[in-house]
């Protein structure tokens, strides 16, 4: 058996991913970094899956348990984005931000216990600051984000007893290829004007002068590290105020602001 830590990072080829794979790489453990495109950081061993197809997915954990004997650490961060108006939205868009950003990390968790079980270990959700504050016109990305907050926290309890932590993260702006690579529908500008348009400008305007992705990844590190981490964290001291304001303050105030930001 080998005695590094091994850790299973999925969405490792972009982004915050790749920033995670290679800083725990650095950091000593042995890394198995999944994508689609089956690249990543130097020192990571890259696997190529497509994680929304569950039998591969299977495939992917009995093979790193085959070569490895174990699995200390799983960072479930493969996403994708979609936005537009909720009633113009494709069954097809829907399907696919489901499949990726909800079922595809439930069965991730799912197949992960049983390995976690033995070595006490950990599973690192991606959730955003969306799941905890609601971004019009990206409703379906917020709807999925918010699962996987809560998700994570249910489970993280259910585990408790065997000494698996599962945590959530929650990253604000971050510039990665994400915003390019979102998924854009503006159908419905004969009901909704240019609101959508000006909504998701505002995101990907504040997304490419968000933080740089070693910074979300050093959040999932220190999560990997601490003995007793929260369940969950929210990456930067600006959103972290928000998140916490947000929660004090009455709901329709915070709706309000949320309205006039994203959806005026
Ligand atoms: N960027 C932000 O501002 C931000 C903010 C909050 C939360 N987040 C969350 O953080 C996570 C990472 O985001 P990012 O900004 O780093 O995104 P990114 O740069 O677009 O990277 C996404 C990663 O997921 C992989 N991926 C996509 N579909 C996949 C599939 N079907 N199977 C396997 N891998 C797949 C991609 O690789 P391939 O294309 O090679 O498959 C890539 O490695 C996401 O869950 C996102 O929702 C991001």
Known sequence: MNDKKVAVVFG?????????AELFASKGYKVYGVSRSGTSAEGVTAISADITDFSRLNEVYENIYAAEGKIDVVVNNAGLGISGAVEFTTD??????LSLNFSALEKSCRLAAKYLRET????INLSSVAGALPIPFQS???A???AVL????AYNLELRPY???VCAVLPGDTKTAFTASRDKNELGAEVYGDRIKRSVSRMERDETHGVAPIKVAKVVYSLAKAKNPKPYKVVGFGYKFLVV????????LVDYILYSMYAK
Do not use: D, M, N, W
């Open 12 to 20: 490792a080829s972009k982004g915050i991913g790749f920033a995670t």
């Open 150 to 153: 809560e998700f994570s926290r």
């Open 245 to 252: 304001l947000a929660r004090l303050l009455p709901t329709r």
């Open 163 to 165: 000494g698996v932590k």
């Open 140 to 142: 379906y990305y917020t």
């Open 120 to 123: 006490k270990g950990k599973i």
């Open 92 to 97: 097809e868009q829907v399907a696919k931000i």
């Open 144 to 146: 999925t984000k918010a």
